[in-house]
């Protein structure tokens, strides 16, 4: 329950599958309102504290040993950044975006590029970039396939949020805790393990068919699923033009990942970070960390080409694959490992793809505003929906607006 707000019950301190922070102001209202109980992470150590191990071809590269490393592409003005450093400070620096919406305004389409080819107007090198971005692609698998746009957007955002002040909470047993809270306070029960595979809206009312054959019938819909999974539902009357173009071919990122526990602290004894930067099958990897601030899990996060490889190799496989990497570039952590749980998000037929829509270049200014447009009696709503915000933050102002449109036609 929750879409991509999953929180991983079967490892220490329920670490967050998804939605990792609760980061805007609407989900602590609505978990205050209800009292669900939310733990202030403001002050706790981050995922990176003590900073972060940069891993490439099997090798750890120290900050001090990085600069005049022969991996590192970076000019002579950059060479002490980090990879996961070059590109936001750039973006900043040539962003033209003020306000939150900029994004979505047709005076700023010329923008709508995409990052690869941004980049190179700043003056990046392939070498660059493909270092800076490919290794561990956030968004699809390289920066040909994300709007520069978007991350000027994020840029904003960002900036926003700093100048609001600190939000930074997390549900305490996770975040998953949250919506199931929501739902204990609604007045009629959610109706799980329900796999939706028609929905037809007519003049008078909507019905919403599943796959087990039960069948649902009310005055209006509210359709929260991801594209990824909505262009395999039946919708009757079909979706048409540019919204029906949308719908079949924005896509979301890729994230693969596994989670592990120590059974000793082998950061400790090799000195080296907890937390890594690689480009291999273990992508990025984060410390889980308690109340008290200590470590109690690694996840493993692949992105972009190297989920679709741990995809390939399945769940047991996939974890044996990234515990024999990290056994290999951490040499004490031999013997230490316990490969714990997985979880793909492309391969989950009811997400189809990791934590954010792939706006591509050229597709905001083509499908925003068509995307999530009215039809007949379904209203769409989700964080991709969303024009300001992202995550849990975007997909509750997304309800709101749905919600909107919805009582205005009662």
Not at 65 to 87: C, I, T
Not at 113 to 137: E, P, W, Y
Not at 238 to 266: C, I, N
Request: with cysteine; hydrophobic share 40%.
């Amino acid at each position: 329950m929750g879409g991509r707000v999953y929180s991983i019950d079967g490892v220490p301190d329920h670490p967050e599958g998804g939605a990792n922070a609760i980061v805007g102001p609407r989900p602590v209202a609505v978990a205050r309102r209800f009292g669900i109980e939310l733990i202030d992470r403001s002050n706790r150590p981050s995922p990176t504290s003590g900073g972060r191990s940069l891993v490439l071809n099997g090798k750890v590269i120290s900050p001090s040993e990085w600069p005049d490393a022969p991996q590192n592409p970076f000019p002579s003005d950059s060479r002490e950044k980090m990879p996961w450093q070059y590109v936001s400070p750039i973006i900043a620096a040539n962003n033209p975006l003020k306000a939150l919406t900029d994004w979505i305004d047709p005076t700023y389409a010329s923008q709508d590029i995409s990052l690869h080819a941004f980049l190179k107007k700043q003056g990046a090198s392939d070498r660059m970039i493909q270092l800076a971005v490919n290794t561990n692609c956030l968004y699809s698998t390289s920066a040909h396939e994300v709007s520069a746009l978007l991350t000027m957007h994020n840029d904003v955002r960002g900036k926003f949020r700093r100048q609001r002040g600190p939000i930074n909470f997390v549900g305490k047993g996770g975040n998953q805790r949250v919506p199931e809270g929501i739902a204990r306070n609604l007045k009629r029960q959610v109706a799980l393990h329900k796999a939706v595979s028609a929905i037809r809206t007519e003049a008078d009312g909507v019905d919403v068919y599943c796959l087990d054959g039960a069948q649902y019938r009310a005055r209006f819909v509210i359709c929260s699923v991801p594209v990824t999974v909505l262009r395999h539902l039946r919708i009757e009357p079909v979706l048409t033009g540019v919204q029906e173009q949308a719908v079949k071919t924005m896509d979301y990122s890729l994230s693969t990942q596994v989670h592990l526990t120590a059974k000793r602290p082998f950061w400790e004894e090799d000195g080296l970070p907890a937390s890594m930067w690689t480009d291999g099958p273990a992508g990025m990897v984060s410390a889980s960390r308690n109340e008290a601030g200590e470590i109690t899990s690694l996840a493993a996060r692949a992105s972009g080409l190297m989920a679709r490889y741990l995809d390939r190799l399945g769940p047991e496989g996939a974890k044996a694959a990234v515990t024999r990497y990290l056994e290999k570039i951490r040499p004490a952590a031999k013997g230490q490992l316990t490969a714990l749980h997985f979880h793909s998000w492309e391969l989950d037929p009811f997400a189809g793809g990791g934590n954010y829509m792939i706006w591509g270049p050229g597709e905001i200014t083509a499908f925003h505003e068509k995307l999530w447009a009215r039809h007949g009696r379904i209203s769409f709503c989700g964080q991709y929906t969303s024009s300001i915000e992202r995550g849990q933050e975007g997909a509750m102002a997304s309800g709101e607006r749905a919600a909107a449109e919805v009582i205005e036609r009662l």
